[in-house]
T-cell receptor
Framework: DQQVKQNSPSLSVQEGRISILNCDYT??????FLWYKKYPAEGPTFLIS?????DKNEDGRFTVFLNKSAKHLSLHIVPSQPGDSAVYFC????????????FGQGTTLQVKP | DTAVSQTPKYLVTQMGNDKSIKCEQN?????MYWYKQDSKKFLKIMFS???????INETVPNRFSPKSPDKAHLNLHINSLELGDSAVYFC???????????????FGEGSRLTVL
C-alpha cells in the first residue's frame, strides 16, 4: 500500500523548457512534503519542501505546488538545465516529527541539450 | 569531508551468510536512519535511532539488527541473508525536529547488497 506515488517513471524535456514532475498521496495526515534529487551512485539530496498550510513554495528555478483537496503536488523546474537530469523523489511526513519520510518511487528526468 | 559515509559500497554474498554495513556521520546530528531501496525503487524506512535509542522499527524481519554504539554511528547487521534482501541500503541522519524547518535528511551514497 503505497501512500506516496509518482506515476511517471520518466520524463524527457528540452533544455530551457519547463519540467513538471507529479506526485500523489493518499494519507490525509501528511502535513509536510519534500522533493529530493538523486544522481547515480549518490544518495538523495534535499531540494525543496512545502508545508500543508501553503500551496506554493519557490526557490530559484524550483517551485513546488500543493493541492490538498486533490492530494497532489508537483515540482516545476524552469528553465530546465542538463545538470537537472537526475531521479526526483517526492516524500511526505506527518506531524509525529520522528523524521520518518514516506517516499515515492521516483521519476527520472532527462534534460536534453 | 563526507558528511554521511557508509561502507562497503558494494557487497556480493551468498544466501545464508551474515553481513554488516557500517555508517558514520560527522554532522553532529542526533538521529540516524536506515532506508532500503528495493527493486521497485521505493525508498522505505527500516530503522531510526535518536541518541543511540531505537525510535522507529518498521516491521523489519528480526534478521536485521541495527546497532548504534554512539550517536555518530549506526551499523546494520543482517543474519541469514535471503535473495529478497538484495537492495540498496541508505544510511541517513538529521537533527530531530528539524525536518520541517530545514527539510533535510542527509543521505550516504548507499550500499548495494547482492545476495546470490
Amino acid at each position: 500500500d503505497q501512500q506516496v506515488k509518482q506515476n511517471s517513471p520518466s520524463l524527457s524535456v528540452q533544455e530551457g523548457r519547463i519540467s513538471i514532475l507529479n506526485c500523489d498521496y493518499t494519507n490525509s495526515m501528511f502535513d509536510y512534503f519534500l522533493w529530493y534529487k538523486k544522481y547515480p551512485a549518490e544518495g538523495p539530496t534535499f531540494l525543496i519542501s512545502i508545508s500543508s498550510i501553503k500551496d506554493k513554495n519557490e526557490d530559484g528555478r524550483f517551485t513546488v505546488f500543493l493541492n490538498k483537496s486533490a492530494k497532489h503536488l508537483s515540482l516545476h523546474i524552469v528553465p530546465s538545465q542538463p545538470g537537472d537530469s537526475a531521479v526526483y523523489f517526492c516524500a511526505a511526513t506527518d506531524s509525529s516529527n520522528t523524521g520518518k519520510l514516506i517516499f515515492g518511487q521516483g521519476t527520472t528526468l532527462q534534460v536534453k541539450p | 569531508d563526507t558528511a554521511v559515509s557508509q561502507t562497503p559500497k558494494y557487497l556480493v554474498t551468498q544466501m545464508g551468510n551474515d553481513k554488516s554495513i557500517k555508517c558514520e556521520q560527522n554532522l553532529g546530528h542526533d538521529t540516524m536512519y536506515w532506508y532500503k531501496q528495493d527493486s521497485k525503487k521505493f525508498l522505505k524506512i527500516m530503522f531510526s535511532y535518536n541518541n543511540k535509542e531505537l525510535i522507529i522499527n518498521e516491521t523489519v524481519p528480526n534478521r536485521f539488527s541495527p546497532k548504534s554504539p554512539d550517536k555518530a554511528h549506526l551499523n546494520l547487521h543482517i543474519n541469514s541473508l535471503e535473495l529478497g534482501d538484495s537492495a540498496v541500503y541508505f544510511c541517513a541522519s538529521s537533527q530531530v525536529g528539524t525536518i520541517k524547518s530545514t527539510g533535510e535528511l542527509f543521505f550516504g551514497e548507499g550500499s548495494r547488497l547482492t545476495v546470490l
